[in-house]
Structure formats: C-alpha cells, structure tokens
C-alpha cells in the first residue's frame, strides 16, 4: 500500500505514496520500512542545528561519567526520524499534521542503533467543516534493532478522501 502506480498517459505511470483516508481502519498497524541506522555525523549535525548543546549529545568525555557510558542520540533527532520513517504510508497524502500527543521516550538511542517503526491506526472520522477530509490518528512506536522500544508517540493528520489529495489535482 506504500506505493501505488497511477497511470497518467499510455504506458505511463506515476508513484503515488500514502493513504487516502478510506484506507485506513481503526486497529491496522503498518510496518514502516527500511530502518535506518543513527551515525556520530547524524546526532552532531542535527543536535549544531538545533542549537541544544547538552553535552551528552556530543562530549563522548563528558558521556562517559554519566551512567549511559556513551554519547546519547538527541531524542528530537530520534522523533524527527521515526516520524519520517511513517510518511511515506501513513502521511504522504497528509493535508496537515494537526498534533503529536503523548510523546514518549522509553529507551536511550545510541550512535550506531538502527531505527524501526510501526503505526496502529487509533481513530478515524470525518471532518465536521471540511467536506472530503477527516481526520486520523495513529500511535507511532520506534524500536532499535533489538525491537526494544525507543520512543512512542501519537499523532493527529487531517486526510484526504479518494480523488481530493493535491496529488490526484495536479497536471505535470
């Protein structure tokens, strides 16, 4: 279901992502693959970028006092990721992300883990003001390649109905 062959022309084909939102079913949970492995440069440049400057992101002398012995993933990168990971089948079609709720992190992120995901839809209905839309919500749970959980979240997106996402609109 992640993608999906649109025809556009004789013998051509375009890639379309995501869901629409009749896809969707209350209790569906969608494996989100490849995974993807942290590395030093990842947790460097995104923690610089960000402008946190902990050092348990970045001081592997300072990190070797604390009792994680090793320089800890910045969580925002581990978010930021796991939420990635998703788009592709779950949000791609996404109109808007309306929130992240009940953001978790159940387990320490290390250089050199390797990410998974998974979303579990949790509601669908459609929206009360805006014809041919509705609004899903899907719990997130990222594992490392221990299938340990590292983070969970929840997260709200108002969705297209069949034929109303801007990718079945365009003309290019």
Request: aromatic share 8%; proline share 3%.
């Amino acid at each position: 279901m992640v993608a999906h062959a649109k025809q556009v022309g004789e013998r051509r084909y375009r890639e379309s992502y995501g869901r629409y939102l009749e896809d969707f079913e209350i209790g569906d949970v969608y494996e989100h693959r490849p995974g993807r492995s942290i590395t030093e440069s990842d947790n460097t440049w995104f923690t610089l970028l960000t402008m946190n400057q902990h050092p348990l992101h970045f001081d592997r002398a300072y990190c070797e006092k604390t009792e994680f012995g090793k320089v800890l993933v910045n969580s925002c990168l581990t978010l930021s990721i796991v939420t990635g990971m998703s788009v592709s089948d779950v949000s791609q079609k996404t109109i808007a992300n309306l929130g992240w709720d009940k953001v978790r992190l159940t387990g320490p992120v290390f250089i050199g883990d390797t990410l998974y995901a998974q979303s579990e839809v949790l509601a669908k209905r459609e929206s009360a003001s805006r014809p041919n839309q509705g609004i899903v919500t899907v719990l997130t749970t990222g594992m490392n390649q221990d299938s340990v959980s590292v983070i969970s979240f929840e997260r709200s997106m108002l969705i297209p109905a069949r034929g109303h996402a801007v990718d079945d609109l365009l003309d290019y």
